[in-house]
Every structure is written in C-alpha cells, then in structure tokens.
C-alpha cells in the first residue's frame, strides 16, 4: 500500500503564491506517476499536473499551465506543486495521487492523501 501526506494549504490573497507538498511512503516501487487535482465543492474532482519520475515529463491543465509548476524529489518519494499568481477560482481542496501511468481522468489513480485546503481572497 502507499501512504501519501499533502502539507502547504493555507489561504493566500489573490496574485499570491503557495506551495504544496506531497510525501509518499509505502510500496511506491511501482508508482512511475505522481500527480494533484483539485476539488471544489459542489464540482467535479480535477486533473491539475502530472509527473513522470522516470522521463521527469510533465503535464498540466490549460488553467493552470504557466502559474503552476509540478517538480519531484525521487529520493525522498516526496512531489511538489508550486502555485503562482493564484486566482480565486484555484479556491479548492488539492489532492496528491499515485499511479502507473499518467491519465487525466481521477478514476484510474491508485493511492489518494486526504487534501489540503487551498483559499485564494478577492
């Protein structure tokens, strides 16, 4: 099984920067994806940024694309999701997920944490 921790959350005024944190632990030996989507209420859970930890390719959403930036440290099983210029519609609880593969689609994600809580103020 793979454990994984998101830390980082807060509330940020708009412009703002954050940056989140996801520790996995466990049996990560097969988990070649790690990825964040985003959930807010009363809305679908989405696909947010990827990454490959054995190409380091990645992959992001058209609304995010150019403010966020995904990077990994594959020593410390550890993925990171830097947020900049932070709009309130980026206002959601932010999922760390594991997988074999990438795929925008959450219902295919093996390992799930429990969310953080992003809020951007107007």
């Known amino acids: 099984q793979v454990q994984l921790v998101e830390s980082g959350g807060g509330l940020v005024q708009a412009g703002g920067s954050l940056r989140l944190s996801c520790a996995a632990s466990g049996r990560t030996f097969n988990q070649y994806a790690m990825g964040w989507f985003r959930q807010a209420p009363g809305k679908e859970r989405e696909f947010v940024a990827a990454?490959?930890?054995?190409?380091?390719?990645?992959h992001y959403a058209d609304s995010v694309k150019g403010r966020f930036t995904i990077s990994s440290d594959n020593a410390n099983n550890t993925v990171y999701l830097q947020m900049n210029t932070l709009l309130p519609e980026d206002t959601a609880v932010y999922f760390c997920?594991?997988?074999?593969?990438?795929?925008?689609?959450?219902?295919?994600?093996?390992?799930w944490g429990q969310g953080t809580q992003v809020t951007v103020s107007s």
């Open positions: 990454i490959s930890k054995g190409s380091g390719a990645t």
């Open positions: 997920a594991t997988n074999s593969r990438i795929t925008v689609s959450p219902r295919f994600w093996d390992y």
